[in-house]
């Protein structure tokens, strides 16, 4: 992915005169009405609007403090309003009409105020649409999209900043898509920042802008344990007997030391023994987010796809569960005892899909001077066993869909928490320890793991740490060649490259691969490939010169599956699931990535048949980060 930064004038635009197919604005931040007055407080900016074309609604009254607020559309076909809560709302009307909203709102602590706003959209489409309003704090990461029609091309969309202070902007041109990101301005009142895209052809100029309201932020303390600005959440359940510390305990800026237990203990203190499973509505207590739609599919997941209640008992071992349009890449953390959830896995519709940040993982461009790579990805019956839909395809998608990509997920990151708080010492700590001194007096399995049966490539674990920690490769490291990290990986007893990043990522993968492969059925694909450069690569440029289906059914790797197995899930018959694993089975070196993936015995009719089909798209690039290890905090 190719990346090139834009940096605006510093002149900050004040008045906008701008019109054309995709709609106008007159308005600008010097005539945004006044917080005192009748004016209406509800700031459109467009004064003309097509159907398909992104709206923006925001309760602007940056003099004043506002609480309480709560968005309802009280005429027009209804769209889908999924930041309630915040100033803002932005949505997409698909059908022409009047529509009406309202919004309520406490002002400076006083009483009850209510606004409305009424839109008129034409029976024209707009040929551009970009997404999605909304607000953000200075300093957090903002991602917004553009989308047009099929039959015009992606490289005619040009951006420009329209309204607000100065930022500098990153755009990212691909096949089929394009987005921007930036980080937001420091402002000291909430002000707005609009931008345009545009598309011009046939002699006509498309345009939509869209916009997102800044508040301002205190400065993050030196000693915070989030550093960068992270994004506003609340509990989602209004209700829950922890609310009053949740959000401050796990995912705030002003967090400097680790809660104590006595304030957010682990959900397993909520049971009445250690090999009880805890409610959803217990968990739920316990979840934070930053829409409430995200909670609503994390209770939909519990409900109805954990059948033999693994992710309800693993969860025992965390205080909270975080998730939030700003998380990326998840990860389990020890200092909070929280896990932390991208978005992205829960997305049901194209619009909750609008709502989440999809700024490009960090690691994105480490270990780029190697000539090698080690993908890997989830089979079942010789298929991917999730579905990848590019972010330019605006579809909705069913839970099935991505389920073994979460559930893969859970299986790891909580064999973290169970790590750092095994289910032998629940009861052993003290409810006024710091979680952060909790867990670091753990007798850590995965340290048992490394002495016991140890991992032995010294190069391999060097190589992670270009790959994963971003460290800079050496000259040696640059000139191994795909068949040179198969002599150092292949008689190993690692089940993939990130096993290398840590002792404690070593531990989870094995827990991991075993219960997607006992629960679902669902085997994991690794293998050394080469890296492929230029600016068309395709899936199909990679050729495999090794590589593995079902890694853990390797007779050297048994033992350590077992010995981690046994200790994260106490419950689980992980004697009976190691018995029961079969054979791995190799690839075949020579072939591409895709073609590697039809390997497994062919299925049975009845298989056959439930086989899930999805195509392949030559745009998905061979999978390579999924997790994530955030270093703990030194106080």
């Given at each position: 992915m190719n990346f090139k930064s834009i940096i605006f004038s510093s002149t900050i635009v004040t008045a906008l005169a701008l019109s054309a197919c995709g709609g106008s604005n007159n308005s600008a931040e010097g005539d945004i009405p006044s917080s005192t007055g009748n004016s209406n407080p509800i700031l459109q900016l467009e004064d003309t609007l097509l159907t398909n074309q992104g709206v923006d609604l925001i309760l602007y009254l940056p003099e004043d403090d506002l609480t309480n607020i709560k968005w309802q559309q009280i005429s027009g076909k209804a769209v889908d309003i999924l930041a309630s809560h915040s100033k803002v709302i932005g949505f997409t009307p698909t059908s022409s009409g009047d529509y009406s909203f309202k919004v309520s709102f406490n002002k400076n602590g006083g009483a009850t105020q209510t606004a409305t706003k009424s839109i008129t959209v034409t029976n024209n489409s707009s040929q551009i649409t970009t997404r999605l309003a909304h607000e953000v704090?200075?300093?957090?990461?903002?991602?917004?999209?553009?989308?047009?029609?099929?039959?015009?091309?992606?490289?005619?969309?040009?951006?420009?900043?329209?309204a607000g202070p100065t930022v500098s902007l990153t755009k990212t041109n691909s096949t089929g898509e394009l987005s921007i990101f930036f980080d937001a301005p420091q402002v000291s009142k909430d002000t707005y920042i609009s931008f345009e895209a545009s598309v011009t052809f046939d002699g006509s100029k498309h345009l939509d802008i869209v916009t997102v309201l800044v508040e301002p932020a205190s400065a993050i303390n030196a000693n915070a344990y989030f550093d960068t600005r992270v994004a506003k959440v609340f509990p989602y359940n209004k209700n829950s007997p922890y609310k009053d510390d949740l959000t401050h305990c796990v995912y705030s800026n002003?967090?400097?030391?680790?809660?104590?237990?006595?304030?957010?203990?682990?959900?397993?203190?909520?049971?009445?023994?250690?090999s009880s499973t805890p409610d959803i509505n217990t968990i739920m207590d316990r979840v934070v987010v930053s829409h409430q739609w995200m909670g609503d599919r994390f209770k939909e997941f519990l409900t109805n796809n954990d059948p033999h209640n693994d992710i309800k008992k693993l969860l025992r071992a965390t205080t909270a569960i975080v998730i939030s349009y700003d998380v990326r890449p998840s990860f389990y953390w020890a200092a909070t005892g929280a896990i932390y959830l991208d978005a992205d896995n829960f997305w049901l519709t194209a619009q909750e899909r609008d709502t989440i940040n999809e700024a490009p993982d960090f690691r994105a461009d480490f270990g780029n001077d190697l000539k090698?790579?080690?993908?890997?990805?989830?089979?079942?019956?010789?298929?991917?066993?999730?579905?990848?839909?590019?972010?330019?395809?605006?579809?909705?998608?069913?839970?099935?869909?991505?389920?073994?990509?979460?559930?893969?997920?859970?299986?790891?990151?909580?064999?973290?928490?169970?790590?750092?708080?095994?289910?032998?010492?629940?009861a052993t700590h003290s409810s006024q320890m710091r979680i952060l001194d909790a867990a670091l007096s753990s007798d850590f399995e995965s340290d048992q793991l490394s002495i016991t049966l140890p991992l032995q490539s010294q190069t391999m674990r060097d190589l992670a740490q270009v790959s994963f920690a971003g460290e800079d490769a050496d000259e040696t490291q640059k000139s191994y060649l795909p068949s040179d990290i198969q002599t150092f990986f292949s008689p190993d007893?690692?089940?993939?490259?990130?096993?290398?990043?840590?002792?404690?990522?070593?531990?989870?993968?094995?827990?991991?691969?075993?219960?997607?492969?006992?629960?679902?059925?669902?085997?994991?694909?690794?293998?050394?490939?080469?890296?492929?450069?230029?600016?068309?690569?395709?899936?199909?440029?990679?050729?495999?010169?090794?590589?593995?289906?079902?890694?853990?059914?390797?007779?050297?790797?048994?033992?350590?599956?077992?010995?981690?197995?046994?200790?994260?899930?106490?419950?689980?018959?992980?004697?009976?699931?190691?018995?029961?694993?079969?054979?791995?089975?190799?690839?075949?070196?020579?072939?591409?990535?895709?073609?590697?993936?039809?390997?497994?015995?062919?299925?049975?009719?009845?298989?056959?048949?439930?086989?899930?089909?999805?195509?392949?798209?030559?745009?998905?690039?061979?999978?390579?980060?999924?997790?994530?290890?955030?270093?703990?905090?030194?106080?």
């Open positions: 704090s200075s300093g957090n990461k903002v991602s917004l999209r553009a989308q047009i029609d099929s039959g015009i091309d992606t490289n005619l969309i040009e951006w420009q900043q329209v002003t967090l400097t030391s680790s809660c104590t237990l006595n304030k957010l203990p682990l959900i397993a203190k909520e049971i009445q023994n250690s090698f790579i080690m993908p890997w990805r989830y089979v079942k019956n010789n298929d991917y066993a999730s579905e990848y839909i590019p972010a330019s395809v605006r579809i909705n998608r069913t839970a099935s869909s991505g389920l073994y990509q979460l559930s893969s997920l859970m299986y790891h990151e909580l064999a973290h928490a169970n790590d750092f708080f095994p289910s032998s010492e629940w007893i690692a089940t993939d490259f990130y096993a290398y990043s840590s002792l404690r990522e070593d531990y989870a993968m094995l827990f991991e691969e075993l219960m997607m492969q006992k629960r679902f059925n669902i085997f994991r694909d690794v293998a050394i490939t080469n890296q492929p450069t230029g600016d068309n690569v395709s899936v199909r440029d990679y050729i495999v010169t090794w590589g593995q289906r079902g890694r853990i059914g390797e007779e050297s790797i048994k033992p350590r599956v077992l010995f981690s197995a046994s200790r994260v899930l106490p419950e689980f018959d992980s004697v009976a699931a190691i018995n029961s694993i079969p054979a791995a089975i190799e690839m075949t070196q020579g072939n591409n990535w895709i073609e590697n993936l039809s390997i497994s015995p062919v299925p049975s009719n009845e298989q056959r048949n439930a086989k899930r089909t999805f195509k392949i798209n030559p745009n998905q690039q061979p999978t390579m980060y999924h997790y994530h290890h955030k270093e703990l905090p030194k106080h």
